[in-house]
């Protein structure tokens, strides 16, 4: 079972369903509605050519900026160093990256990012595919960076939906055997439905990081916020849209069959991912809940 991955993953699902509700065109007025992210049009993810202390910074569609560190980075390096074991999930994360984003709230005006905590960030034009940076740290000396823009996912009525900030509210663990249901178990903590999986394995019980929120983005990023205040960043891309079935990696570009979850929407416009994962003689069954932000 992949020991403290399990948050990570189950965010990338989420990412995918980044829908403007307010402006999909569905009339039932019996649905609530969901308003279109503060900072949709201007969210971006940059990233940086040549040699840098960073190797990408990101706005997102809620007003987050996060800023990867080149040092030790998940995009350098990759997520292939999990203990695979008897369950892997979309929440989980490596322990080495934990720190390695700096992050926080931001604001536009015009070109001109203001990161709370770090400085601002203007971004300018630099040809038909780079752009230029310009850092300017609190306090520091200003620099600029070349970067490249990333693709972002075309604005269909589900990507609207689902790219942006949701809250963990959460989550069940449905275990069988055939058809024997050896745990049915909902907690509002994901450590809970860990340590509750570890158990049933036999496995000796691992220290879980709760989930706080799951980000995800237009540009393909799936991020994931833990109570401890830290950051967890994959990559996700659709495998089918229309039935809203995502892949998901820890290993920047690098999916696989295996990696894929199921995203929806409740009578609420409330997120709720699903993942399974089957083994020789059982079947693991996650569902998890998420509330919009906005």
């Known amino acids: ?37 503060k900072y949709a049009e201007d969210a971006a993810l940059y990233q940086i050519n040549g040699t840098s202390e960073f190797t990408s910074i990101e706005f997102t569609e809620s007003g987050m900026y996060i800023i990867t560190k080149a040092n030790e980075s998940s995009k350098a390096k990759g997520w292939g160093k999990f203990v695979k074991s008897k369950s892997i999930s979309s929440f989980t994360r490596s322990e080495s990256d934990a720190y390695n984003y700096i ?4 604001t536009k005006n015009g070109d001109v990012y203001t990161l709370e905590g770090f400085g601002t960030i203007t971004v300018e034009k ?9 850092i300017q740290p609190t306090g520091k000396e200003a620099y600029t960076l070349s970067a490249q823009p990333v ?10 939906k689902l790219c942006r900030t949701w809250k963990f509210e959460d989550g069940r663990l449905v275990v069988k055997k055939g058809d024997t249901v050896l ?5 509002p903590k994901i450590s809970v439905l860990l340590t509750t999986l570890d158990s049933v394995y036999h496995e000796s019980p691992d220290k879980y990081d709760d989930l706080e929120e799951v980000i995800f983005t237009k540009s393909g ?5 833990y109570t401890d205040n830290t950051l967890a960043v994959a990559q996700w891309k659709w495998k089918d849209e229309n039935k809203g079935l995502i892949y998901f990696t820890w290993e920047y570009g ?7 979850i199921e ?13 399974t994962w089957n083994w020789h003689d059982s079947t693991d069954h996650f569902t998890y809940h998420l509330s919009k932000t906005e």
């Open 221 to 225: 990023s799936y991020i994931v916020k």
């Open 151 to 160: 693709k972002k996912f075309d604005g269909s009525e589900i990507i609207n």
């Open 183 to 187: 745990v049915d178990k909902t907690s």
């Open 254 to 260: 690098k999916f696989d069959e295996e990696s894929v």
């Open 1 to 37: 079972m992949k020991k403290n991955a399990l948050i990570a993953l189950s965010m990338i699902m989420l990412s995918v369903f980044c829908m403007t509700f307010a402006s999909c065109g569905d009339d039932d007025d019996d649905d609530p509605v969901l308003v279109t992210p």
């Open 103 to 106: 992050f926080g709230k931001y």
């Open 126 to 134: 630099k040809g038909d595919v780079n752009v230029s940076l310009k």
């Open 263 to 275: 995203v929806s929407f409740d009578k609420n416009n409330d997120l709720v991912v699903d993942e």
